[in-house]
C-alpha cells in the first residue's frame, strides 16, 4: 500500500469506495493528519497555523517517510504470527483436553484404579 495525499473530500470518496467493496463495518486503522497538525509555535507558546500551500507541501511530503509503512507492514505481520500462535495453542489445548476425556472415559469403562 503507498500513501497518498488526498484533500478531505477526495479522502471522502475514497473511504466511500473502500465501504462500498468491503462493507461499512470492514475492520480498519488509519491516521488522518490535516492542516491542524501543521503547526508551529511562537515565543508565547501559541500554536501558529501555516498556509494551505505549506501545509499541501508538508502533508504530500509525508509518503517520502517509508520506514512508517514497513513499521506499519512489520507491525500487522508479528500481530498475524502472534494470532496464529494463539489460534495453534488454543487447538492444540481443544485436542489435548478431548484425548484426556476420552482416555479417562476409556480408564473408567475398564474398571481400572476402582
Given amino acids: ?26 475492520p480498519c486503522a488509519g491516521w488522518i493528519y490535516t492542516s491542524e497538525d501543521v503547526v508551529t509555535f511562537d515565543d508565547d507558546g501559541n500554536e501558529v497555523y501555516q498556509s494551505d500551500e505549506i501545509c499541501a507541501d508538508v502533508l504530500t511530503n509525508l509518503q517520502d517517510y517509508d520506514h512508517i509503512h514497513t513499521e506499519i507492514a512489520d507491525s500487522i505481520d508479528s500481530e498475524l504470527r502472534q494470532l496464529q ?12 483436553n478431548r484425548v484426556q476425556t476420552e482416555l479417562e472415559s476409556s480408564v473408567s469403562d475398564y474398571g481400572v484404579g476402582k
Fill in 1 to 26: 500500500m503507498s500513501s497518498q495525499f488526498y484533500s478531505l473530500k477526495a479522502l471522502q470518496s475514497r473511504v466511500q469506495s473502500l465501504i462500498d467493496q468491503q462493507g461499512e463495518d470492514a
Fill in 85 to 96: 500462535h494463539q489460534i495453534h495453542t488454543t487447538e492444540l489445548t481443544q485436542i489435548v
